[in-house]
């Protein structure tokens, strides 16, 4: 009753390693997000494509005024 199928023994250990895997690449991302966040990367490229922000785009800011 308990015969295992041919081909199937290292089956559990290439799942572990591949679900290990994705959880390295998940936790490697999110490092690297949150170094991003720490440099307010995310919070200028806001405030710089914001339509209000008159910076050194206002030609760009002017056209988007008028359209919206």
């Known amino acids: 009753m308990n015969r295992r199928i041919r081909g199937e023994e290292g089956q ?4 572990y390693l591949i679900v290990g895997l994705i959880l390295m690449v998940v ?3 999110l ?4 170094g991003k966040v720490g440099d307010a ?3 200028r490229h806001a405030v710089d494509s914001a339509s209000h922000a008159l ?5 760009g800011v002017v056209g988007d ?3 919206f």
């Not at 559990?12 to 799942?15: A, I, L, N, P, S």
């Not at 910076?55 to 030609?59: G, L, Q, R, V």
């Open 55 to 59: 910076t050194t785009n206002t030609a």
């Open 27 to 29: 936790v490697s991302v």
């Open 65 to 67: 005024v008028l359209l």
């Open 31 to 34: 490092g690297l997000l949150s």
């Open 12 to 15: 559990g250990t290439v799942e």
């Open 41 to 43: 990367l995310f919070a």
